[in-house]
């Protein structure tokens, strides 16, 4: 039985008195009294615990995770944190935007001060007091989080607070179901059971549910057998690394996958011409799914190669770039900085397009190309390795200074001084104490001027369009040919420094999970596929799918002989069914049974 995680509890004891439960409740009993427990969530930065809690007065009651008190009761929602160097006021205040702080910047302004952390003394029971001492003491902070003091993370105000603190587990159902499948039938095949024998069947809620989980776990085993290619090309390449041009060959290279996996005919070409013009369109359509792993949340949020330190992405030659001090003389900013520093300025800046999805090709992303290629795509490739039946090519966005004119039919997002570039470069100018004047127009000054030197390196590529007040206005995107796909240390995992802002210096572990998943030869392994098995299906859906789950094949007459291809290629490996799936259906052997929930009643 796997449960699903949830909360995680503990009393306030901060000695060997306290108690950790998984079970929600409201005490923890024990010889002399009653304890409150209270639920525990943890930092998405840093990993550091944070106790839910309402401050009713001078008492700490529990309170769950994304609740608000009552009203009534005049309470104030937030987090208990403990630990000696969560919070120095006196040093961490220099690094808080100005907005947040009075006119001398020596305290938080009076708006924000209730946000700001709060010496809290505490015990066990939940009495608490900003003045009296008490057994324990940590910091409060009101819900929902201005920042986070454990990481020295800034938050937009936008933010949703499930994006800045996790509960101990909070996947869901189907991921859950997913990546329990796939571990299973993962583990089958390093236990050396026959490829016949690798499979399972798993009941889930309803008929709509198997049909949307046998979806989702076919677009994991995709993102994932496709990450695991692009990460074995990149390593067999070495540090000299990938750029474009030869990626998807590389990635096709390292797949190796029959044809009639791939190619929209039934059998492989004899004509090695025509095979070859398959094997070149399915190489471009590899690269359209590498570039759009570049930016983030793509298709199915997993932690990718980059945070599985499997991956680094680079820009060619910018080291040099950066070291050349004349080329930046006349730029605020990089003209003070050591070469150190200016590239980890510039990388970051070129993250920002990246991750943003702002990229420039004439060859693979003006819009003409991107229909080209979907045709081509849905023409003579075959599923999974084509594009959704409701699914485009992402036109990529542009990056921008100024509004866009109403009219403009352009994607873009902003560069401006309130968006996240314009806060990290606030901030960076901050915590290397430089004297340069960011306010008003010297902002659109400085960006302007960057931009200018960015694009004459040749890394960007700009294009006029139609501004707000109808002027003409730049925008700008990272030419492809610039980023480099060079094989990660598995150690060291590259912080988003303007997506996730931060006074304290961050170091992202790798998921060593994922990490493992992704470098699994997935090649050399039975192709994983799973179906739904329900009511809606017609008779001839209904058997086929039974006969490739049984996957009783065999190259004799005498049946002594398995199709051992075959089997790899076309069974069924996961069958996902109703809990209504009709008796006396010959499925063949099993060797997993896998539930989603608890049986019905009969």
Known sequence: FISQTGSFYTTLDQDESRDITLEPGVFKYDDDSKKPIFPNVFSRASGHAFICVTRVGDHLEPREFREASDEEEEGEDGYLII????????????????????????????????SFPIRMNFDETGRCSESEPLKWWG?????????????????????NEGTKLTKLGSEGRSTSTTITTFSILNRLSDAGFNPRDQKLISFTDNRQDAALQAGHFNDFVQVVRLRAGIQRAVTAAGQGGLTFERLGAAVFAHLRLPFVEYGNKNEEPELPNIRRGYDELFQTFLLYRAMGDLRRSWRIVLPNLEQCALLEISYADLPEVAATDGYWREVPILADLNVADRLLFLSAILDFFRLEYALHSENYLTQGKLREHEKLFREKLRAPWTLDPNESLREPYYMRLETLHR?????????????????FIKLFVKQRELDVDLRGDHYA??????????????????????????????????????????????KMVKADLIKRRSYKQQAPKPNLFFQDLYQRDFAAAKRLRAEDHTGQLNVDQRRDRE??????????????????????????????????MELGIDIGGLSVVHLRNDPPNP
């Not at 000696?84 to 708006?111: C, Q, V």
């Not at 006969?547 to 002594?560: E, M, N, S, V």
Request: charged content about 35%; glycine content about 8%; overall charge positive.
């Open 83 to 114: 630990g000696d160097e969560i919070w120095d006021e006196r040093e961490d205040l220099a690094f808080l935007p100005d907005s947040w702080l009075n006119k001398g910047r020596t305290g938080p302004d009076s708006r924000k001060r209730a």
């Open 139 to 159: 910091w409060f902070m009101r819900s929902p989080l201005l920042f986070d003091p454990t990481a020295g993370v800034f938050f937009d105000t936008k933010t």
């Open 407 to 423: 009219s403009a039919k352009v994607a873009s997002k902003s560069m401006g001084p309130a968006s996240g570039l314009g806060k």
């Open 445 to 490: 000054h400085f960006i302007r001027l960057l931009m200018k030197k960015l694009e004459g390196a040749d890394y960007l590529a700009s294009q006029g369009a139609k501004g707000e007040k109808n002027d003409n206005i730049t925008l700008y995107r990272l030419r492809i040919e610039k980023i480099v796909w060079r094989p990660g240390d598995l």
């Open 547 to 580: 006969d490739r789950f049984r996957a009783d094949w065999y190259l004799d007459a005498d049946k002594k002989l398995l199709d051992r291809d075959r089997i790899r290629n076309e069974a069924i490996s996961a069958l996902y069914c109703s809990p209504t």
